[in-house]
């Protein structure tokens, strides 16, 4: 038997980290960080134990790595979806629910996401899955017409996951709908634009209207 070309290899090594990655996001949304170990995340994966520490200096930074892989994905899907579109504020609108949505659909993998960002040992971890999600936001600022991306993009991002820290508060979470209605007046987006996870275009049903500070208006979700 031949040996493998390189190109194979780098195949296979890839779909390795891709199994490990999608393996954390699964236990650690099922179960929790602290219930989730590596040996779990490698066994659920179908991989060596070994090669979680061969791709991953630790367990933080491989929960990390899988949450903004899964972050870049959502975006990147919304962003794309059909129909497609160029239009600034419409992929901001999407980018903002694509954010808020994992907020809502998956608070566990988010809330471990949100505590591990704040470890002082660890803190934020930059990867390639993350600097994917920074390339996606940022090509948004742009497209939105910012004059100053390096400014914009970290202020999106500081209110995105203020919105998603503020939608997980165990206790006194703040309803996703009005979460998004703060951030679409901050950026003067037509409450019609968008799609809200698991709604129609627009937010969905019915509800009370009220002008936002764009000059348009915008509905609250039903």
């Known amino acids: 038997m031949s040996p493998r070309s390189a190109s194979v290899n780098e195949e296979l090594r890839r779909r390795s980290k891709e199994r490990l990655l999608q393996a954390a996001v699964e236990l650690v949304g099922e179960r929790g960080y602290d219930a989730t170990t590596l040996g779990d995340i490698a066994d659920r994966a179908g991989s060596a134990r070994g090669l979680?520490?061969?791709?991953?200096?630790?367990?933080?930074?491989?929960?990390?790595?899988?949450?903004?892989?899964?972050?870049?994905?959502?975006?990147e899907e919304a962003l794309e979806r059909e129909p497609c579109t160029g239009d600034g504020r419409e992929r901001l609108a999407r980018a903002i629910d694509a954010i808020l949505g994992l907020a809502r659909e998956r608070p566990v993998l988010m809330r471990q996401h949100m505590a591990g960002l704040l470890q002082a040992e660890v803190g934020f971890v930059p990867c390639p899955e993350q600097r994917r999600l920074a390339e996606l936001l940022r090509d948004t600022v742009a497209r939105?017409?910012?004059?100053?991306?390096?400014?914009?993009?970290?202020?999106?991002?500081?209110?995105?996951?203020?919105?998603?820290?503020?939608?997980?508060?165990?206790?006194?979470?703040?309803?996703?709908?009005?979460?998004r209605a703060e951030l679409f007046e901050r950026y003067r987006l037509d409450w019609e634009l968008g799609v809200p996870r698991g709604g129609r275009g627009g937010g969905g049903g019915g509800g009370r209207r009220r002008p936002g500070r764009g000059g348009g208006r915008r509905r609250q979700a039903g």
Do not use: I
């Open 52 to 75: 979680v520490s061969y791709y991953f200096p630790g367990k933080r930074q491989l929960v990390q790595s899988a949450v903004h892989r899964l972050m870049h994905r959502t975006l």
């Open 144 to 179: 939105r017409g910012s004059t100053d991306v390096d400014h914009d993009y970290p202020m999106l991002r500081a209110q995105l996951m203020g919105a998603v820290f503020a939608a997980l508060v165990p206790g006194v979470p703040m309803p996703v709908p009005e979460l």
